[in-house]
């Protein structure tokens, strides 16, 4: 059984920073590639950034690209997203998404999924 458990949303205001993170647990696991994706009201589910096992492969939608980063601790199994610069546009639920081994679309293809936080931008 692997546990996914995002922490760090919450309300913050335009032009500020927020940090989420993602910590992946179960007996022997090591994860793959890992994942934020996020769904805003109304809106499909999108990818917003991806890392590979080593961290040296990283990959951001365009909307985020320069004011997030995603990293990884390999020791805890655990992936971080900071958020800078955050707009309304922003606003969503954020997921975190986990490989359990090597993938060909590795970006995109995940085995397990944490139950998402909320992200509030407020103008």
């Known amino acids: 059984q692997v546990q996914v458990v995002e922490s760090g949303g919450g309300l913050v205001q335009a032009g500020g920073s927020l940090r989420l993170s993602c910590a992946a647990s179960?007996?022997?696991?090591?994860?793959?590639?890992m994942g934020w994706f996020r769904q805003a009201p109304g809106k499909e589910r999108e990818l917003v950034a991806a890392i590979g096992r080593s961290g040296g492969s990283t990959y951001y939608a365009d909307p985020v690209k320069g004011r997030f980063t995603i990293s990884r601790d390999n020791g805890k199994n655990t992936v971080y997203l900071q958020m800078n610069s955050v707009n309304a546009e922003d606003t969503a639920v954020y997921y975190c998404a986990v490989a359990a081994g090597w993938r060909s679309n590795w970006v995109y293809e995940y085995d397990y999924w944490g139950q998402g936080t909320q992200v509030t931008v407020s103008s």
């Open positions: 179960g007996r022997t696991f090591t994860a793959y590639a």
